[in-house]
């Protein structure tokens, strides 16, 4: 599939900004008194803006974008819809909570929200990965693995910005030991999913595309059309195979090892000076968000339709 | 709405002849001119005299060869046309998140709604036939409407009132009705002839049929037979005996 910047930007960022809120909002409902005002407000401010970012990218995407608000209908059928709805919906909590830290609130409503804050991102995660494991014409997204990738990298996402804002604010975080428990998590996940999709013997191949298999072995021979089209264009894209190996090995260093690595030198470099551990949280968000970005890129580029059996007759996993 | 309406008896749908195709592609032109100016159209391309035309097509004409089973007997070719096969249980219906693509609960069309759709293309990725193409030039999805604005469309001819491409094919290859009755004249073609769905595993159902070639005289699309030597006796005959001797050499 191509892999459209406007959507890789929308799927991190979002899952980055509701890694963040998830993290904020289950710190919250543990303990009310985990942030300050300010702190708590920087926290929601740029899980917001993340949020907010992506999905003004995602528009991008469409063609029509200014009937965009038509895409809240069908929640009933849609994962696309649900994800719309849940996102917004997700507002709601964040708006009552910065209104709480704002003026000041009792604990238990402080309780309450953080859970309802922690809920709603959740939820929007797993519609976004619907979106995806809901497509059964492409094999390496309609899989086990793809929803639970979708929540772990939004948490190791969240969990390094969270860390980063904690450090310069002074203000509730996640801690490093969660992230190099969610940087290995991930890498691993990671690994299975690429050996899955690598090995898994497709169900449908050009003989069962076209029927044609009772007579023998199909292949194209001439395409209905010499230049390209929208299906060549949208789901033939090529490119990633050839790098497919390097950029698998980059991602898992930037989300993996490095980001590991960060970590531990902030744990150990702790007191009495702040600025060692202030500089590995940087350098662990920028990392890990790079990380993403790339990860997300081959989701993308390397997932193949079975449209493309109608042309030139590939197999689906001749890489 | 994109919720699938429940099972329709009427399915209206095509059938298309693999066994008499001959590749021309009249009815993939017939399909973008009729479309071009009809109800859901226009169908514009993207650079349309360059070097390198793009521009939606609702029907494409695919050619295949098919290398047998049975060592050294011909291969096969097969032309294929392919467009939306208006399946009973598409996926490309239940992801649009506008309510755009719907499925008429009346013959089972899929449709969509030019006016409601945002263009995310999650649709086309839903449908694994490739049926679906979105326009550049319009920002929204657009696809085969089985000509309905054709086939119930009370200015025309009785006779008329079938899709632009069932009209065009020369060979008759096509064959537009109803599948879901099973006395209609499409639904008995299917059964003498074998009809099959493209990808069954996909779990779509569609309606739209294929009819597989039929065995041919040179021997492709056969049961394989075991290849056998003619035997002669020459040995009544040394002028026949000669002759053999030379032309075997
Ligand atoms: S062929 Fe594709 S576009 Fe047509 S109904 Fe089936 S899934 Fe939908
Ligand atoms: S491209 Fe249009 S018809 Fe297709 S899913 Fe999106 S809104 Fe619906």
């Known amino acids: 599939m191509r892999p459209a910047f406007s959507v890789i930007f929308f799927t991190v960022m979002s899952g980055c900004g509701y890694g963040l809120l ?61 994800e719309g709805v849940a996102s917004v919906a997700s507002f709601m909590p964040m708006v009552l909570i910065a ?44 899989n086990r693995f793809v929803l639970p990738g979708y929540l772990l990298m939004a948490l190791l996402g969240g969990a390094a910005w969270s860390w980063l804002i904690g450090e310069w604010t002074g203000g509730a975080r996640a801690q490093p030991a969660l992230i190099v428990a969610l940087a290995i998590a991930s890498c691993v996940l990671k690994h299975f999913y690429w050996r899955h999709i690598d090995a898994a013997t497709p169900a449908s191949t050009i003989e069962t595309a076209t029927g044609l298999g009772r007579f023998g072995r199909v292949r194209s021979v001439e395409a209905p ?28 260093l930037l989300l993996g090892p490095c980001t590991i690595v960060l970590a531990l030198l902030a744990i150990t470099f702790q007191a ?12 662990a968000a920028i990392l890990v968000t790079a990380g993403l970005f790339v990860e997300r890129w081959l989701f993308f580029a390397q997932a193949k339709h079975v449209v493309m059996l109608y042309y030139g007759g590939a197999r689906m996993h001749d890489a | 709405m994109t919720m699938l309406p429940p099972p329709t008896s009427k399915k209206l749908g095509l059938v298309i002849d693999l066994d008499i195709c001959v590749g021309c592609h009249a009815c993939a032109v017939a399909c973008k001119e009729w479309n071009d100016g009809g109800q859901f159209g226009p169908l514009p391309d993207a650079n349309p005299y360059g070097a390198e035309p793009l521009g939606v097509w609702f029907n494409r004409v695919h050619t295949y060869e098919i290398e047998p089973k049975e060592k050294g007997a011909p291969a096969m070719t097969v032309h294929f046309p392919r467009s939306c096969l208006h399946c009973e249980t598409p996926d490309c219906v239940t992801v ?30 839903a449908c694994p036939y490739g049926a679906r193409e979105y326009s550049e030039q319009r920002g929204t999805m657009q696809k085969c409407t089985l000509c309905v604005d054709r086939i119930y469309n009370e200015s025309f001819e009785e006779i008329d009132r079938q ?80 002759i053999d001797k030379v032309l075997s050499r």
């Open chain 1, 22 to 82: 998830f993290l904020f909002g289950l710190a919250l409902a543990f303990n009310p008194a985990v942030s300050g005002r300010i702190e708590g407000l920087v926290q929601l401010g740029v899980g917001a803006i993340f949020v907010v970012a992506g999905l003004l990218a995602s528009t991008l995407h469409l063609g029509q974008p200014q009937r965009a608000w038509r895409a809240f209908s069908q929640w009933r059928s849609s994962w696309l819809s649900r």
């Open chain 1, 99 to 142: 209104g709480c830290l704002w003026r000041g609130a009792d604990a238990t409503t402080l309780r309450a929200l953080g859970a309802l804050l922690a809920a709603f991102a959740a939820i929007t995660v797993i519609c976004t990965a619907g979106i995806y494991t809901s497509l059964k014409a492409i094999p390496a997204w309609h």
């Open chain 1, 225 to 252: 059309h010499t230049e390209e089209n929208y299906l060549t264009h949208e789901m033939g894209f090529q490119l990633a195979r050839k790098h497919g190996k390097r950029l698998r090995n980059i991602a898992l």
């Open chain 1, 272 to 283: 009495p000076l702040h600025w060692p551990a202030a500089c590995c949280a940087f350098a």
């Open chain 2, 96 to 125: 649009c998140p506008t309510g755009a693509s719907y499925k008429r609960a009346e013959d089972g069309i899929v449709l969509v709604d030019e006016d409601k759709c945002i263009g995310c293309k999650l649709c086309s990725w």
């Open chain 2, 163 to 242: 899709p632009a491409c069932v009209m065009a094919c020369p060979t008759r290859a096509r064959h537009f009705g109803d599948l879901g009755d099973a006395d209609s004249a499409v639904s008995k073609l299917v059964a003498e002839r074998g009809g099959y769905d493209l990808m069954p595993e996909m779990g779509y159902k569609p309606v739209n049929k294929y009819l597989p070639p039929r065995p041919r005289r040179d021997g492709c699309a056969a049961e394989p037979t075991p290849a056998q030597e003619e035997k002669v006796d020459f040995s009544t005959s040394p002028l026949l005996r000669w």
